[in-house]
């Protein structure tokens, strides 16, 4: 299970105040952090950044290509930025991404052809609804999938994000075991190893205290790695999290062990 | 999942300087202490007690049932030692265990219907090899449940006990995993949703620290409430692995989630 940072998003206010003043440095300075805890990439949550989408996403990608190589999420729902951003593109790309939604199908979609990038899809209906149970996630992804293959994106490039729900949610804690179903049953159903994805941070939504998130982050991401998740986004900086989330990797699929690993 | 506090053993020095003074005070310090944690049940591991086998299990039964009404599981291999401590009982009891070693079928599983007694039973060989993968700990389990019906113990007094391998052993990773996936699917296969138990502590055997132990039970403890565990052995006096483990039980089987569960 590879871990992806997901500290660098716009809604911080050093973030927000480092794009108005077009100051990399509070950028850089958050992507440093993030790789010296071992991220494996960085997503580069931009928003959707208005009138100002194409400058705006080359000022983030600017700023943290020049202090990483490590592989971009590209963050944004908004088809313009998103080009923007493909295009300003130097390190490896993953498009995060697109849904059933028209503009995204015909807008973001294409992307992933044109310039051979991954691309995330996300288990939701056209009007971004979010389905209720497994059987209509799997309806969706399926729908996602003949979706890509008539945009000429090669099935391998799709990365599936059952979308994690707050557990604050009326029924979250039913619809995040549903996604931890369809995460384990997904590459079956499909009939190929199809790489899924999920945000962690989302559970936690208004959690009372960091306490409380952690240990409930800290169980549910074994339960991911557990039902094979492939990449888990994450609070990176949280030292105690990325140790749960690396041991449960470690856990879910290595043939091997020794203490050494997780000491 | 319910959590059964394993601290209760005779390999404790304190526990065994007490059975060989008689002394009923240290363990029953321990069992309050056991209680005030919230253990569901407590697992009297008196080991084999040699020629004392019938007065050491008295001393601890009556020790143990003078301090509480919880549930015990009367923990040893010695046929006569589990004898005297069904004979001592007056809790509720869950005899642990019978395997297909001949000696236990003969003589241990025979109790659990004369005494209407839950009873686990271990996925091992009747040499007490462990199996290597799922396939043959399931040919065990049904050769489990047959010795159950033909000694007249009802099916639903059964309790599976899959053995959690030390991660230390050459392949205790991939055991582990095998364990997680017996539990899983155990009760599809048998047609019945026959309860499972997994002590926790045999993992981190030789672990170098505490904290690296913690976090393997941690993630670990998570796995298996989410592929369906019913009864965690566990240091029920370590605060954070219980709270792990109760929140993975949580996020495993609650329909409503509220944050005040968790804090």
């Known amino acids: 299970m590879k871990l992806i940072a997901d500290n660098l998003r716009v809604t911080r206010p050093e973030i927000r105040r480092a794009l ?20 494996w990439a960085i997503d580069v949550n931009t928003g959707p950044l208005g009138k100002q989408a194409a400058p705006g996403m080359r000022f983030f990608m600017d700023a943290v290509q020049a202090v990483t190589d490590l592989p971009l999420l590209i963050d944004t729902a908004n088809p313009d930025a998103m080009a923007a951003g493909v295009k300003a593109a130097r390190n490896p790309i993953i498009i995060n991404g697109f849904s059933l939604e028209p503009r995204k199908l015909a807008q973001i979609l294409p992307l992933a052809r044109e310039h051979d990038a991954a691309i995330v899809g996300f288990l939701l209906y056209p009007d971004s609804r979010v389905p209720t149970d497994a059987a209509q996630r799997f309806e969706v992804a ?7 293959e008539a945009a000429g994106v090669a099935k391998e490039r799709m990365i599936i994000d059952p979308v994690i729900p707050p557990l604050a949610w009326a029924d979250g804690i039913v619809q995040a075991r549903e996604v931890v179903k369809v995460i384990r049953t997904l590459p079956d159903l499909l ?21 409380a998130r952690l240990v409930i982050e ?13 990449y888990a986004l994450l609070d990176i900086l949280n030292p105690d999290l990325v140790r749960a989330a690396r041991v449960s990797g ?12 997780v000491s």
């Open 20 to 39: 108005q003043r077009l100051d990399p440095e509070p950028v850089q300075d958050l992507v440093k952090a993030c790789k010296a805890r071992g991220a």
């Open 142 to 148: 399926l729908e996602l999938m003949e979706a890509a």
């Open 191 to 211: 009939g190929f190893p199809v790489r899924t994805i999920g945000g962690i941070s989302n559970l936690g939504t208004n959690a009372p205290d960091r306490a």
């Open 218 to 230: 800290q169980s549910f991401v074994a339960m991911l790695a557990a039902a094979g998740l492939d």
């Open 250 to 261: 470690i856990l879910a699929k290595e043939n091997l062990f020794s203490w050494g690993m």
